[in-house]
């Protein structure tokens, strides 16, 4: 949801969570630039009030080890050492968030390469403690720094058993062999079938939109047999396999 339209209803129930402890939901109600606090519509706490209220809890369970926190606490700008503590701590999400945060130039290596062996690191961390969205960056970061095609095509192809959406489009062409650049061997009823789950996506949106776009360029290797083999196969996916997802961060990150 935008933060600008969050509704009183919407605020209604960010206040309900927030009451029982939800420190994302005590987040949402302290961004000032909410409509609710723009125009004063919304009756209950400020956003001041909130951000105090958020920030002394975070400390208080961060202290006593809770990674949430210590993330809640990076996002709040209280220190990069907070997100940095949650990844050491063993959150895969944190890992995952890090790794991007050193990616995009922040934090300090002195030392030539430390800064990508710092990324490596905590990417490989939080794929192999089974976050698919990690898989599959980390997947991408080999990629585009010369790692082993064999690791590449492992980890984009738990991704997309682990459900990650923007996964599944790369992983299709490469079964189907357009082109063959993993090394994966030809499978096109997989590729049709998982090209057609995207194309199915509630909702739309772009992830849909390539699906659609590249089940033609399947389905021309194939015969109609084979078509009716990779929707079959997709409808047993979504019978067997968590739900498509992409895994969109809890708030900002």
């Not at 701590?89 to 002195?110: C, E, M, P, R, S």
């Not at 095509?153 to 959406?165: D, P």
């Not at 049709?192 to 199915?200: E, F, M, Q, V």
């Amino acid at each position: 949801m935008s933060k600008r339209y969050t509704t009183a209803e919407a605020k209604k129930w960010y206040e309900a969570a927030a009451e029982q402890g939800n420190l994302y939901a005590m987040l949402r109600l302290s961004n000032k630039d909410d409509l609710c606090s723009e125009l004063g519509s919304c009756d209950g706490r400020s956003a001041g009030e909130w951000r105090e209220q958020v920030l002394k809890l975070a400390h208080e369970r961060a202290e006593k080890g809770d990674t949430e926190a210590m993330t809640v606490l990076f996002i709040t700008k209280q220190g990069l050492k907070w997100l940095e503590k949650a990844a050491e701590a063993g959150d895969h999400i944190a890992q995952n968030t890090l790794a991007g945060v050193y990616k995009d130039g922040d934090g300090w290596f002195l030392v030539p390469g430390s800064r990508d062996k710092a990324v490596n690191k905590w990417y490989k961390l939080s794929a192999e403690g089974g976050y698919p969205r990690a898989m599959y960056l980390y997947a991408n970061y080999l990629y585009t720094h010369g790692g082993k095609k064999e690791e590449m095509a492992y980890w984009l192809r738990k991704s997309v058993e682990g459900g990650y959406i923007n996964a599944i489009g790369t992983y299709a062409l490469s079964v189907a062999h357009i082109p063959d650049d993993l090394g994966y061997p030809q499978n096109l009823v997989q590729a049709y079938g998982l090209a057609y789950l995207l194309s199915k996506l509630e909702g739309g949106g772009i992830a849909s939109e390539d699906g659609k776009e590249i089940l033609p360029e399947i389905a021309e290797k194939m015969t109609e047999d084979q078509v009716k083999q990779g929707v079959a196969f997709a409808k047993d996916w979504e019978k067997t396999r968590p739900p498509l997802s992409y895994y969109v961060p809890i708030y900002g990150y």
